[in-house]
T-cell receptor, first 113, second 111 residues
Framework: NAGVTQTPKFQVLKTGQSMTLQCAQD?????MSWYRQDPGMGLRLIHY???????DQGEVPNGYNVSRSTTEDFPLRLLSAAPSQTSVYFC????????????FGDGTRLSIL | GENVEQHPSTLSVQEGDSAVIKCTYS??????FPWYKQELGKRPQLIID?????GEKKDQRIAVTLNKTAKHFSLHITETQPEDSAVYFC??????????FGTGTRLTIIP
């Protein structure tokens, strides 16, 4: 039981490049989410999903896309990277989005030059 | 709106003393209040949570208290140890599928 697995752990991109951050969980959790963490700003919700085929926007969705084709995977896509997207990205999962603790992955540290 | 304010942003306490971190929130419909601990370079990890029908919850040296009338909840760490040094985040579920986090408290335990 690996929990929540994120890849890659580190990535450097140039402005305008695209990439996908991968997230997978093996706990059969219905709810998955993506957060970004910036100094002094806590964790901010980017997108979330309450089950396969269902996604919705969080607090800071602009510049990011998600899809949920399976229960296990929830990739986050940066369409055209910008320096403002330099951050640490965390994926999380839980049995439900309501009243349940979130289980976090180890994070992806992303730098946009 | 769905707002969470966390204070203080930094806190230093002598080893063995107690530490208290407080969060206030905006919506009285909120009903789930977790606390996460994040060590440097690591993932946030749940340390304790409380639901709105409970006023206090304890787990060894850690406790959380909730005042729904005043819309605030607090994390209490007693008999602090060096391994308690970390960043602590409160969070609130406002009755939907989103968890809103506070901005964090950097706790330093002075040996």
């Amino acid at each position: 039981n690996a929990g929540v697995t994120q890849t890659p752990k580190f990535q450097v991109l140039k402005t305008g490049q695209s990439m996908t951050l991968q997230c997978a969980q093996d706990m059969n959790h219905e709810y998955m989410s993506w957060y970004r963490q910036d100094p002094g700003m806590g964790l901010r919700l980017i997108h979330y999903s309450v089950g396969a085929g269902i996604t919705d926007q969080g607090e800071v969705p602009n510049g990011y896309n998600v899809s949920r084709s399976t229960t296990e995977d929830f990739p986050l896509r940066l369409l055209s990277a910008a320096p403002s997207q330099t951050s640490v990205y965390f994926c999380a999962s839980s049995y439900s989005g309501r009243y349940q603790p979130q289980h976090f992955g180890d994070g992806t540290r992303l730098s946009i030059l | 709106g769905e707002n969470v304010e966390q204070h203080p942003s930094t806190l230093s306490v002598q080893e063995g003393d107690s530490a208290v971190i407080k969060c206030t929130y905006s919506d009285s419909a909120s009903n789930y209040f977790p606390w996460y601990k994040q060590e440097l370079g690591k993932r946030p990890q749940l340390i304790i949570d409380i639901r709105s029908n409970v006023g206090e919850k304890k787990d060894q040296r850690i406790a959380v208290t909730l005042n729904k009338t005043a819309k605030h909840f607090s994390l209490h760490i007693t008999e602090t140890q060096p391994e308690d040094s970390a960043v602590y985040f409160c969070a609130v579920n406002f009755g939907n599928e989103k968890l809103t986090f506070g901005t964090g408290t950097r706790l330093t335990i002075i040996p």
